[in-house]
């Protein structure tokens, strides 16, 4: 839970901080683990195939599919990470 809050407090942060500039991408390491929490990434994948299960992520989600994990996707990425982990503890999903 305090990953999450990280992850989304500093997407947060950043866009609210923002002035002209481009908010920045979250913590790699942060988005690795919840596209693994979602099913999307193996954890000992490499780097490589983070960008490309990422991507699949927007895609599916309906984001503008650019391998960016901007406020948009880490927002969503929670909520699905979040929602994963209740089907999980109700014995719906593997």
């Known amino acids: 839970m305090n990953r999450i809050l990280r992850v989304v407090g500093a997407a947060l942060a950043g866009t609210v901080n923002a002035t002209d500039e481009a908010v920045p991408p979250a913590d790699p390491r942060e988005v690795r683990a919840l596209l693994a929490e979602v099913g999307l990434l193996r954890p000992a994948?490499?780097?490589?195939?983070?960008?490309?299960?990422?991507?699949?992520?927007?895609?599916?989600?309906?984001?503008?599919?650019?391998?960016?994990?901007?406020?948009?996707?880490?927002?969503?990425?929670?909520?699905?990470?979040?929602?994963?982990?209740?089907?999980?503890?109700?014995?719906?999903?593997?």
């Open 45 to 94: 994948a490499f780097d490589a195939q983070v960008g490309q299960a990422l991507r699949r992520f927007q895609a599916r989600a309906g984001l503008p599919v650019d391998g960016v994990a901007g406020p948009g996707t880490v927002h969503a990425l929670t909520r699905y990470a979040r929602e994963a982990r209740n089907l999980r503890a109700l014995g719906v999903a593997a």
